[in-house]
């Protein structure tokens, strides 16, 4: 380890991203430090990673765990506690890079927290930037540390971005999306869609609440929010196409015609180095794409009728204000109840329409008016779900 590495905060340790950015860590122990990990519930793996990384500092969000983590690490780590533990470990953990793999709307304020360290946020969380874009990139705007997508469509984007002086060339922004596990279904068979078969993605592994969003094509609506944010992109030019191989990560069109597109396996490992080394390169082993075995790349117009969702994200994103916070707190709120088996597939986007109906947006330029809205959509949305006057 030298005096150049650069300390990094990893919130979401043991999840998908999480452990991927560690296997990206531990091949470059000379550039990276890890001083601060937050996991939810799993201790056992919060251990091993502790063991190993020897970070300054920790947390665990699941408070019946906190004295079970005290007996096994309380001796090799500072262990943060309380209800701002997330922002507290950013904030007092040393640090020049904050992976944020938090789910959910949780994640907004600990990315504040880190952008007014000046960090870079390696942001995995797109919820964010969904819910804070106006406030967050208004802090990047003004100086306040950096923003760079973990996401592998906005990587894509990124990298077909490198090297280009004139963003006035750029026309529009295509993000790839694979379509799910439902791209063929009936919509009839819709409705009879269970967890275990939602939860089992054709190309990426997820974790469950993002899986359930990709099946539902409301990922693609958050990732086109996200686009829009992190590179100042009017939804008029942005546009989503399927693309079930996903190998093609996205495309930006030039107003000359051309096109840049960046192609890789699917794989997490290289938008989280990516994001991590930005904006230099660093090598990685593992598996080649080979175009000729892959043979056929296919694309297709998404259908906004199988697929709700999507259409309802990129229309809340166009009203703006808090219209995108509205549509995740429902979505948050319907998907978990989809996962417990209280309500159907289809009434997903239901329970989100109903929330965008209700609710009058307002502007997102507090976190206050963002967690006002994100609060009162939370309480509807139980409520709608327990009516269950829904169809
Ligand atoms: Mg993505």
Same mark, same amino acid.
Request: with cysteine; hydrophobic share 45%.
């Given at each position: 380890?030298?005096?150049?590495?650069?300390?990094?905060?990893?919130?979401?340790?043991?999840?998908?991203?999480?452990?991927?950015?560690?296997?990206?860590?531990?091949?470059?122990?000379?550039? =990276?430090?890890?001083?601060?990990?937050?996991?939810?519930?799993?201790?056992?793996?919060?251990?091993?990673?502790?063991?190993?990384?020897?970070?300054?500092?920790?947390?665990? #969000?699941?408070?019946?765990?906190?004295?079970?983590?005290?007996?096994?690490?309380?001796? !090799?780590?500072?262990?943060?506690?309380?209800?701002?533990?997330?922002?507290?470990?950013?904030?007092? #953990?040393?640090?020049?890079?904050?992976?944020?793999?938090?789910?959910? $709307?949780?994640?907004?304020?600990?990315?504040?927290? #880190?952008?007014?360290? !000046?960090?870079?946020?390696?942001? $995995?969380?797109k919820e964010s930037l969904v819910?804070?874009?106006?406030?967050?990139?208004?802090?990047?705007?003004?100086?306040?540390?950096?923003?760079?997508?973990?996401?592998?469509?906005?990587?894509?984007?990124?990298?077909?971005?490198?090297?280009? !002086?004139?963003? %006035?060339?750029?026309?529009?922004?295509?993000?790839?999306?694979?379509?799910?596990?439902?791209r063929t279904r009936p919509l009839?068979?819709? #409705?009879?869609?269970?967890?275990?078969?939602? /939860?089992?993605?054709?190309?990426?592994?997820?974790?469950?609440?993002?899986?359930?969003?990709? %099946?539902?094509?409301?990922?693609?609506?958050?990732?086109?929010?996200e686009a829009h944010h992190l590179?100042?992109?009017? @939804?008029?030019?942005?546009?989503?196409?399927?693309?079930?191989?996903?190998?093609?990560?996205?495309?930006?069109? =030039?107003?000359?015609?051309?096109?840049?597109?960046?192609?890789?396996?699917?794989?997490?490992?290289?938008?989280?180095?990516?994001?991590?080394?930005?904006?230099?390169?660093?090598?990685?082993?593992? !598996?080649?794409?080979?175009?000729?075995?892959?043979?056929?790349?296919?694309?297709?117009?998404?259908? @906004?009728?199988?697929?709700?969702?999507?259409?309802?994200?990129?229309?809340?994103?166009?009203?703006?204000?808090?219209?995108?916070?509205?549509?995740?707190?429902?979505?948050?709120?319907?998907?978990? %109840? =989809?996962?417990?088996?209280?309500?159907?597939?289809?009434?997903?986007?239901?329970?989100?329409? $109903?929330? /965008?109906?209700? @609710?009058?947006?307002?502007?997102?330029?507090?976190?206050? *008016?963002?967690?006002? $809205?994100?609060? *009162?959509?939370?309480?509807?949305?139980?409520?709608?779900?327990?009516?269950?006057?829904?169809?």
């Amino acid at each position: 380890m030298n005096d150049t590495a650069q300390n990094v905060i990893i919130l979401g340790s043991t999840g998908s991203i999480g452990t991927s950015t560690l296997n990206c860590i531990r091949r470059f122990p000379d550039r =990276f430090r890890i001083t601060g990990l937050a996991a939810g519930r799993n201790i056992d793996l919060l251990c091993r990673q502790i063991d190993e990384f020897r970070p300054e500092k920790a947390y665990i #969000a699941d408070v019946k765990s906190i004295g079970r983590l005290r007996e096994r690490c309380g001796s !090799k780590v500072h262990l943060v506690e309380g209800k701002d533990g997330l922002e507290t470990l950013v904030r007092e #953990a040393s640090s020049d890079i904050v992976v944020n793999a938090l789910v959910g $709307a949780v994640g907004l304020r600990p990315t504040i927290a #880190a952008l007014k360290k !000046k960090n870079r946020v390696a942001l $995995a969380n797109k919820e964010s930037l969904v819910i804070g874009g106006d406030l967050i990139t208004g802090l990047v705007a003004d100086g306040w540390g950096e923003l760079v997508p973990v996401d592998s469509e906005h990587s894509a984007i990124l990298q077909c971005l490198s090297g280009v !002086k004139a963003p %006035a060339t750029i026309e529009s922004i295509v993000l790839t999306a694979s379509g799910g596990p439902f791209r063929t279904r009936p919509l009839e068979g819709f #409705a009879t869609i269970t967890p275990s078969e939602a /939860l089992t993605h054709p190309t990426w592994a997820m974790g469950k609440k993002i899986t359930i969003d990709a %099946a539902t094509l409301m990922n693609k609506g958050f990732e086109v929010i996200e686009a829009h944010h992190l590179f100042s992109m009017p @939804y008029e030019r942005l546009r989503v196409v399927i693309h079930p191989q996903s190998i093609v990560h996205s495309l930006v069109e =030039f107003y000359d015609g051309a096109f840049m597109a960046q192609l890789g396996c699917p794989d997490m490992e290289l938008p989280i180095q990516y994001a991590l080394a930005f904006p230099r390169r660093l090598p990685m082993n593992g !598996k080649r794409l080979s175009l000729s075995e892959i043979g056929t790349l296919e694309f297709f117009e998404p259908d @906004y009728v199988r697929f709700p969702c999507l259409r309802l994200c990129i229309e809340a994103g166009k009203q703006g204000g808090t219209a995108p916070a509205v549509v995740n707190a429902a979505n948050e709120v319907a998907v978990a %109840a =989809f996962l417990a088996g209280t309500i159907p597939f289809t009434d997903i986007a239901r329970v989100v329409a $109903a929330a /965008l109906d209700r @609710y009058a947006a307002q502007p997102a330029t507090s976190l206050d *008016a963002i967690e006002a $809205a994100d609060a *009162a959509t939370r309480r509807s949305a139980h409520e709608t779900i327990k009516q269950k006057g829904l169809s």
